[in-house]
């Protein structure tokens, strides 16, 4: 019998209280962080303690409470920033990444003519934005399992406004050239916009190092809350955007003449903003921080490479990209399952049913990208912090008995 292999994240499974429920007797395997990610209990009490202890609107109330909650909400944003290594007034705190892309796609003040160079691998959420507000072009997906760079070079054009590609797609989990779509965004001086919804849980980001204009997230991946979410943005990127929604909490002054807004990031976060999930997910941020980012890469790498590796031993199976370099990738990886009767989303729900393995199935907001492959669904597994190579291993098995292998 082989050794088994090192968990060294497995200590953080007895921080989250949703790993011991248990569906009809069995105890549940989370696969499915992608979606949604289980929370520490370090985000659930920082949560509470909101509600319990400091419940008051931030940057308006002139008693202790008012300034307990604006205190709780800028060191979350101060969070935030040191883990991106920005600047605190180049977070802005959106509902959501979804958010995030949409405040842009209206703050570049997009038109008809106007041209936004994207990938087919994108979320809806980074490509509808810029459909709806100019032409997105969408480069392809190449037999390494990456965007097609030779495409990029040919999509751009005297009328591209913008560059907007995933770090990390959630339905390759292959890592993207990033740095390869910057610097052609400084050759040509158009900015970039990174959509980091899936690649922050899984590697250090470094807003300064990779030099992108934009970049956006969602706290409810990343163990935080929903609701809550993260626009970067370079300040004088941020500055120079239209404002997206006015009203309270963005404006210094309001007078029968006009009004002046407020410097950013505050003249993007109009009305009572969510404070507890932004304390949330400074407490999230925190959370991976204290085990370490590189310790976070090095662990979904690990499950990454057994993930693929034990899928391509299952004959019924063909991943998403599944010839992309191993050392590209996450702990995630969509596939398709040939299974007696059974389409993919019904193999989803029969692994929840059967088995207790919860785990997405359908076409993860990615239509165009299962269009193109010719592909009517996928399932996908993801991984977070707590996984395990057992709990793979569970699915591998589960995987393998349902296709009849
Ligand atoms: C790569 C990517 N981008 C954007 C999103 C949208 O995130 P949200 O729904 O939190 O706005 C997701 C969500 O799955 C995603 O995976």
Not at 30 to 55: F, G, M, N, Q, W
Not at 198 to 213: E, F, G
Not at 362 to 385: E, F, N, Q
Request: aromatic residues 6%.
């Amino acid at each position: 019998m082989s050794a088994p292999l090192p968990e060294p994240l497995a200590h953080t499974r007895a921080d989250f209280p949703l790993l011991e429920r248990e569906i009809d007797g069995r105890p549940i395997a989370y696969l499915d962080s992608a979606s949604t990610a289980p929370k520490p209990r370090a985000v659930i009490e920082a949560v509470l303690d909101c509600y319990r202890r400091h419940t008051a609107n931030v940057h308006r109330g002139v008693h202790v409470l008012a300034e307990e909650a604006s205190e709780a909400y800028e060191a979350a944003r101060t969070e935030v920033a040191s883990f991106l290594n920005a600047a605190p007034d180049e977070i802005v705190f959106t509902r959501n990444s979804t958010e995030g892309v949409n405040l842009v796609a209206h703050g570049l003040g997009l038109g008809g003519d106007d041209e936004v160079v994207v990938t087919a691998l994108e979320h809806h959420s980074n490509f509808l934005p810029w459909r709806a507000a100019a032409r997105a072009v969408a480069v392809g997906l190449g037999d390494d399992g990456l965007p097609r760079y030779d495409e990029v070079e040919r999509a751009l054009s005297p009328r591209t406004r913008l560059l907007a590609l995933a770090q990390v797609p959630n339905t390759t989990g292959v890592v993207a050239p990033v740095e390869r779509w910057v610097a052609l965004a400084r050759e040509r001086g158009v900015p970039l916009l990174v959509d980091a919804a899936q690649s922050a849980s899984h590697l250090p980001i470094d807003v300064r190092a990779l030099d992108c204009d934009f970049l956006v997230l969602s706290g409810h991946k990343l163990l935080g809350p929903s609701g809550i979410g993260v626009l970067y943005g370079k300040r004088e990127r941020l500055a120079g955007l239209a404002l997206y929604q006015t009203g309270g909490g963005m404006v210094r002054r309001h007078t029968d003449e006009g009004f002046t807004p407020h410097e950013v990031p505050q003249r993007f976060e109009a009305g009572t903003p969510n404070i507890e999930g932004a304390v949330g997910l400074g407490a999230a941020v925190g959370y991976l921080r204290a085990l370490g980012m590189e310790a976070v890469r090095a662990h979904s790498l690990a499950l990454g490479r057994h993930l693929v590796e034990g899928l391509r031993e299952i004959p019924g199976a063909r991943i998403v990209a599944g010839s992309a370099p191993l050392e590209r990738r996450i702990g995630l990886a969509a596939f398709t399952l040939a299974a007696p009767g059974l389409g993919q989303e019904a193999i989803a729900r029969l692994l929840c049913d059967r088995y207790g393995i919860l785990l997405s199935g359908g076409y993860h907001c990615a239509h165009l990208l299962h269009d193109r492959l010719g592909l009517d669904g996928t399932v996908r597994i993801s991984t977070h912090v707590f996984n395990t190579h057992a709990e793979i291993d569970r699915a591998l098995a589960a995987l393998r008995e349902i296709s009849g292998w």
